[in-house]
């Protein structure tokens, strides 16, 4: 009997997988799509169904012969591609390529990297299932249309080298609506009054006013309050109630990639992109010593909450025996499933009970250990009991004035002990808040006194911008793209400068809402959220078998050039459009200034271009980059200027481009790790901003967070930084004891 070949997309996975099969196998890696279409033309025939014209990768030819060698050496050849739609498409590519050597080929699907998953794989092979092939060709064939014919239109109407996308686009366009209606909203004051009261042998406590004769309070601006606050200094209060009930909270589900990246975002501060490759990591193999390589959690990729009876059975056995009887239901929990959900694969869970987080954490680096352990966490907490508290209202009432004070203490902690989401859970007490505790003891007619009155005003807030884990919500929840493309689409728009990040928030660009704005008034029907989840939808029936991948494509394709035709001819009235006049003169041959878009954002430019090709950045951009800071070049003794590029502002010397001398901007702030270079601000290639040593690359100091000179009080650390979070607001912390403390007035920001 001679070798079987298994073909597998990772070389980290093969070399996994070679140390459980042994010599009757050879494993091979295609290192990722061995085709693709092509870049420099649509190449897909709409004419001829669609038929799409994939070529091997440039670079790919040495690894294809290999496989076909190897192929031609075997008995039977099994591709072993990621269990998902595109690996199908994948293994569809290679078996073309290698079925002339051999023909005895078979689909295998590994869910898992351990013994047990890839014997089962093994044991159970398939064909290569076309109709999974066909959905993944609609898609990339409907996505190369649209990015294809649309982005030359917008290159006519904006400028040369921007593009646009079905799945991007629409994301793009949630992104700049929320930015549209931040600018729209106006900010209505209103107050609210927290008072501080004692009943008789009880601590302090504070509540609330919830009513007013009755009703809601409204109190609009300070002269209400103020008459509120009067009247209720007059009043004698009383607790009038006293409410005790039991609460309980359920588990959340084990991970799916959507609420992975959420998560890793929120608790890790991981984007999507970097929390995908730390998952692929995980899935094809961590080497555990001893000669032991093994996948830590099962596929990444995955709509499904579903999970295996015998991973239910171990982790069921694994809470009895570390946390006792009652942290154990007495059945195993299930999770509804999602109304979008292809339920292709189970849930994100550890491969084996066996490897809990800390037996491992040697063999893993400090982001790998956080995801798997969050991975890990997630999965043992959902299948334990629930959390219960007791929760306490007391209404305090004097006059037309009643009080509330809220608030509960945990009576079992159930899951919690494993995965505490306690952040996230306003019914939790919050012992560090001395507004929300309540003494024991109250009781109804019981006399309270007044302590303390605290009126505070406020102000309405507009809806929050995104995050990149809260757009992944917002995409999953409407239907729009596929957990294989949520990184990728949010990357997208970050590259495409439409969107830029600032401490995590995606702020739309005025590009981005330029071309926006195009493409809807261009392509409402083609570009809008009801469309993108109905293509989604369609996909699903090619998937199924249910629709042929022609009948799809024509019912999207035909529609669409429709539209482009019909504002094609209207490309040239767009582009003027967004060209703004000017009171200004060119300074070279008098003809009126304009303002233009270019790569680099709007300009202004001669009307009489060609002829005049004179050109100067807008005035108040030139304010903000070509202020002159007082700083003589190095070189010619020029005055430096400040300038901007792709990666943040710089200093420039004014006499370019006879003098091409740059330097950073410093911080003031020595660099603490190399005490020589100075802390700079710079940007990443995503546009989030980070500071840095001048020095780099011989100094490799950075940091996410703007430095502020303040000296620690308690490590005396030179500096300290700036965050900010929901809960607690703007404030400082030690970068190097975490010592935290509020931010005042006399810090010096940098």
């Given at each position: 009997?001679?070798?079987?070949?298994?073909?597998?997309?990772?070389?980290?996975?093969?070399?996994?997988?070679?140390?459980?099969?042994?010599?009757?196998?050879?494993?091979?890696?295609?290192?990722?799509?061995?085709?693709?279409?092509?870049?420099?033309?649509?190449?897909?025939?709409?004419?001829?169904?669609?038929?799409?014209?994939?070529?091997?990768?440039?670079?790919?030819?040495?690894?294809?012969?290999?496989?076909?060698?190897?192929?031609?050496?075997?008995?039977?050849?099994?591709?072993?591609?990621?269990?998902?739609?595109?690996?199908?498409?994948?293994?569809?590519?290679?078996?073309?390529?290698?079925?002339?050597?051999?023909?005895?080929?078979?689909?295998?699907?590994?869910?898992?990297?351990?013994?047990?998953?890839?014997?089962?794989?093994?044991?159970?092979?398939?064909?290569?299932?076309?109709?999974?092939?066909?959905?993944?060709?609609?898609?990339?064939?409907?996505?190369?249309?649209?990015?294809?014919?649309?982005?030359?239109?917008?290159?006519?109407?904006?400028?040369?080298?921007?593009?646009?996308?079905?799945?991007?686009?629409?994301?793009?366009?949630?992104?700049?609506?929320?930015?549209?209606?931040?600018?729209?909203?106006?900010?209505?004051?209103?107050?609210?009054?927290?008072?501080?009261?004692?009943?008789?042998?009880?601590?302090?406590?504070?509540?609330?006013?919830?009513?007013?004769?009755?009703?809601?309070?409204?109190?609009?601006?300070?002269?209400?309050?103020?008459?509120?606050?009067?009247?209720?200094?007059?009043?004698?209060?009383?607790?009038?109630?006293?409410?005790?009930?039991?609460?309980?909270?359920?588990?959340?589900?084990?991970?799916?990639?959507?609420?992975?990246?959420?998560?890793?975002?929120?608790?890790?501060?991981?984007?999507?992109?970097?929390?995908?490759?730390?998952?692929?990591?995980?899935?094809?193999?961590?080497?555990?010593?001893?000669?032991?390589?093994?996948?830590?959690?099962?596929?990444?990729?995955?709509?499904?909450?579903?999970?295996?009876?015998?991973?239910?059975?171990?982790?069921?056995?694994?809470?009895?025996?570390?946390?006792?009887?009652?942290?154990?239901?007495?059945?195993?929990?299930?999770?509804?499933?999602?109304?979008?959900?292809?339920?292709?694969?189970?849930?994100?869970?550890?491969?084996?009970?066996?490897?809990?987080?800390?037996?491992?954490?040697?063999?893993?680096?400090?982001?790998?250990?956080?995801?798997?352990?969050?991975?890990?966490?997630?999965?043992?907490?959902?299948?334990?009991?629930?959390?219960?508290?007791?929760?306490?209202?007391?209404?305090?009432?004097?006059?037309?004035?009643?009080?509330?004070?809220?608030?509960s203490l945990p009576i079992f902690r159930g899951f919690l002990q494993v995965y505490d989401d306690i952040a996230d859970d306003s019914t939790v007490l919050d012992d560090a808040d001395p507004t929300s505790r309540i003494p024991a003891g109250l009781h109804k007619d019981q006399q309270a006194s007044m302590l303390a009155i605290l009126p505070k005003q406020h102000f309405t807030k507009p809806v929050a911008r995104y995050t990149e884990s809260s757009l992944v919500k917002e995409l999953e929840s409407l239907g729009i793209g596929r957990p294989s493309t949520y990184a990728m689409i949010v990357s997208t728009i970050l590259n495409r400068n439409y969107v830029e990040q600032k401490d995590r928030k995606l702020f739309a660009t005025e590009l981005g809402m330029v071309v926006t704005r195009i493409l809807v008034e261009s392509f409402p029907n083609v570009l809008n959220v009801r469309f993108t989840a109905l293509m989604e939808e369609e996909l699903e029936t090619v998937a199924s078998g249910n629709r042929t991948y022609v009948q799809v494509l024509d019912d999207f394709y035909h529609p669409f050039m429709k539209s482009l035709e019909k504002v094609d001819k209207e490309a040239p009235r767009i582009k003027q459009s967004l060209v703004e006049q000017t009171d200004e003169n060119c300074e070279l041959c008098g003809?009126?200034?304009?303002?233009?878009?270019?790569?680099?954002?709007?300009?202004?430019?001669?009307?009489?271009?060609?002829?005049?090709?004179?050109?100067?950045?807008?005035?108040?951009?030139?304010?903000?980059?070509?202020?002159?800071?007082?700083?003589?070049?190095?070189?010619?003794?020029?005055?430096?200027?400040?300038?901007?590029?792709?990666?943040?502002?710089?200093?420039?010397?004014?006499?370019?481009?006879?003098?091409?001398?740059?330097?950073?901007?410093?911080?003031?702030?020595?660099?603490?790790?190399?005490?020589?270079?100075?802390?700079?601000?710079?940007?990443?290639?995503?546009?989030?901003?980070?500071?840095?040593?001048?020095?780099?690359?011989?100094?490799?100091?950075?940091?996410?967070?703007?430095?502020?000179?303040?000296?620690?009080?308690?490590?005396?650390?030179?500096?300290?930084?700036?965050?900010?979070?929901?809960?607690?607001?703007?404030?400082?912390?030690?970068?190097?004891?975490?010592?935290?403390?509020?931010?005042?007035?006399?810090?010096?920001?940098?």
């Open positions: 009997m001679g070798k079987s070949l298994i073909i597998v997309e990772s070389p980290s996975k093969a070399k996994t997988i070679n140390k459980y099969l042994g010599k009757d196998y050879v494993v091979e890696a295609s290192v990722g799509h061995i085709k693709n279409l092509p870049k420099s033309k649509l190449g897909v025939d709409v004419e001829h169904g669609y038929e799409s014209d994939y070529q091997l990768i440039a670079g790919k030819e040495p690894v294809v012969e290999r496989l076909a060698e190897l192929a031609a050496k075997s008995d039977k050849v099994f591709i072993a591609t990621d269990p998902d739609r595109e690996g199908e498409a994948i293994a569809f590519d290679i078996a073309q390529e290698v079925v002339a050597k051999n023909d005895n080929i078979y689909r295998v699907l590994f869910h898992e990297i351990t013994p047990a998953g890839i014997t089962e794989a093994m044991a159970n092979p398939k064909k290569i299932d076309q109709h999974l092939v066909d959905s993944q060709r609609a898609r990339r064939a409907m996505d190369r249309i649209v990015g294809y014919k649309i982005t030359p239109f917008i290159w006519k109407t904006v400028y040369y080298g921007l593009s646009a996308g079905r799945v991007q686009s629409v994301a793009l366009r949630l992104i700049c609506e929320r930015e549209a209606q931040i600018a729209k909203f106006v900010p209505v004051e209103y107050w609210t009054v927290t008072a501080q009261f004692q009943a008789e042998g009880s601590e302090p406590f504070y509540a609330k006013l919830a009513k007013v004769a009755g009703e809601d309070p409204r109190i609009p601006e300070s002269v209400t309050a103020e008459g509120y606050l009067a009247d209720i200094r007059k009043q004698t209060f009383a607790i009038a109630d006293v409410q005790k009930k039991v609460v309980k909270r359920n588990p959340l589900p084990p991970f799916i990639t959507s609420t992975l990246q959420q998560e890793a975002a929120s608790r890790l501060r991981f984007s999507a992109k970097r929390t995908m490759m730390l998952a692929q990591k995980l899935y094809e193999g961590i080497d555990l010593g001893n000669d032991e390589i093994t996948g830590l959690i099962t596929y990444m990729r995955t709509d499904s909450t579903r999970l295996s009876d015998d991973a239910v059975t171990a982790v069921r056995s694994y809470i009895y025996d570390s946390y006792g009887p009652e942290f154990l239901p007495k059945e195993p929990r299930l999770f509804k499933k999602g109304k979008a959900s292809q339920d292709a694969h189970e849930a994100i869970r550890p491969t084996s009970i066996a490897h809990a987080p800390k037996s491992v954490k040697r063999h893993l680096d400090k982001d790998l250990y956080a995801l798997y352990e969050l991975i890990w966490n997630r999965f043992v907490a959902c299948q334990m009991s629930v959390a219960t508290f007791e929760q306490v209202s007391v209404d305090i009432a004097g006059g037309d004035y009643s009080f509330r004070a809220t608030g003809k009126p200034v304009v303002i233009k878009w270019g790569r680099n954002g709007r300009f202004m430019a001669c009307s009489g271009y060609p002829g005049c090709k004179n050109t100067k950045p807008l005035a108040a951009d030139a304010e903000k980059h070509q202020h002159v800071v007082g700083i003589k070049c190095k070189v010619c003794e020029g005055d430096m200027i400040v300038k901007g590029g792709r990666f943040g502002t710089f200093l420039g010397c004014s006499n370019y481009p006879k003098c091409t001398h740059t330097q950073p901007i410093s911080m003031g702030i020595k660099c603490p790790k190399c005490k020589d270079g100075d802390v700079i601000e710079r940007k990443t290639k995503r546009k989030r901003n980070f500071y840095g040593c001048s020095r780099y690359p011989e100094c490799d100091f950075v940091s996410w967070y703007k430095p502020v000179l303040q000296e620690c009080e308690h490590c005396k650390h030179p500096y300290l930084v700036a965050k900010i979070s929901k809960k607690k607001g703007d404030y400082l912390m030690c970068p190097e004891c975490k010592e935290e403390s509020v931010q005042v007035e006399t810090a010096i920001a940098v």
